[in-house]
Antibody
Framework: EVQLVESGGGLVQPGGSLRLSCTTS????????MSWVRQAPGKGLEWVSA????????YHADSVKGRFTISRDNSKNALYLQINSLRVEDTAVFYC???????????????WGPGTLVTVSS | YELTQPPSVSVSPGQTARITCSGN??????AYWYQKKPGQAPVLVIY???ERPSGIPERFSGSSSGTTVTLTISGVQAEDEADYYC???????????FGGGTNLSVL
C-alpha cells in the first residue's frame, strides 16, 4: 500500500523558514516524480513544486520561485520542501503527491498524503 | 494559464451533476479530476479526460470537447457532496495548474 506522510509544519513568524518532509513507503520511490500542492484556508488547490524521479529536474510555480526549494533523498524515500521568507499568505495545508511517471508535470497524482499545516503569523 | 470552473453546482439526490473546466491548453493536454472533502486528502476520480481509476464508482465519468472538459456524476448520492478540482498542465508541460474548484451540493 502506498503511503505518504508529511511533517514539519507548524507556526512560524513572517520572514521565517521551515523544512517540510514527506516520508513514503509502499512503492519504488526513485521511479516517480513527486510534487507539493498546498491549500490555503477557504481556497482551492495550488500546485507549488515538482521534482523528477532522479532529482535532476525541478519545477516551481511562479508564486514561490526563489523562496521554495524542492528536493528528495532517494536513499531515504523522502521528499522535502524548504520554504524561506515565509509570508502570511503562505498559510496553508501542504500535501505531497505522487506522480505516475519519472519526469514531467503533465500527468496526474495517484496518491496524496494527509497534509501538514503551515501557519505564518506574528 | 488558467483553468476555469463554476464555483458551485447543486443537484438533488439521484440527479446528474455536470462540472465543466475550461482552458486553452486542454485541447493539447489531458485533464484530471479530484474529489476533495474537508480535512481529507484529494482523491483522483478521473484521469486522461475520461479514464476512471479502480475503486471509483461507475457513476463518475469524464468527457472532453475542444478546450472544455466535463466531469459527470450520474445518480448523485449524498456522499458525493464535496469540492471537485480539475488539473492539467500548460501547453509546454512546464507547470501544473488546478482549476479554482467547484463545490457540489447535494440538496
Amino acid at each position: 500500500e502506498v503511503q505518504l506522510v508529511e511533517s514539519g509544519g507548524g507556526l512560524v513568524q513572517p520572514g521565517g523558514s521551515l523544512r517540510l518532509s514527506c516520508t513514503t513507503s509502499g512503492f519504488t520511490f526513485d521511479n516517480y516524480a513527486m510534487s507539493w500542492v498546498r491549500q490555503a484556508p477557504g481556497k482551492g488547490l495550488e500546485w507549488v513544486s515538482a521534482i523528477s524521479a532522479s532529482g535532476g529536474t525541478t519545477y516551481h510555480a511562479d508564486s514561490v520561485k526563489g523562496r521554495f526549494t524542492i528536493s528528495r533523498d532517494n536513499s531515504k524515500n523522502a521528499l522535502y520542501l524548504q520554504i524561506n521568507s515565509l509570508r502570511v499568505e503562505d498559510t496553508a495545508v501542504f500535501y505531497c503527491a505522487k506522480g505516475i511517471a519519472a519526469a514531467g508535470v503533465g500527468d496526474w497524482f495517484d496518491s496524496w498524503g494527509p497534509g501538514t499545516l503551515v501557519t505564518v503569523s506574528s | 494559464y488558467e483553468l476555469t470552473q463554476p464555483p458551485s453546482v447543486s443537484v438533488s439526490p439521484g440527479q446528474t451533476a455536470r462540472i465543466t473546466c475550461s482552458g486553452n491548453a486542454l485541447s493539447k493536454q489531458y485533464a484530471y479530476w479530484y474529489q476533495k472533502k474537508p480535512g481529507q486528502a484529494p482523491v483522483l476520480v478521473i484521469y486522461k479526460d475520461n479514464e476512471r481509476p479502480s475503486g471509483i464508482p461507475e457513476r463518475f465519468s469524464g468527457s472532453s470537447s475542444g478546450t472544455t472538459v466535463t466531469l459527470t456524476i450520474s445518480g448523485v448520492q449524498a456522499e458525493d457532496e464535496a469540492d471537485y478540482y480539475c488539473q492539467s498542465a500548460d501547453s509546454r508541460g512546464t507547470y501544473v495548474v488546478f482549476g479554482g474548484g467547484t463545490n457540489l451540493s447535494v440538496l
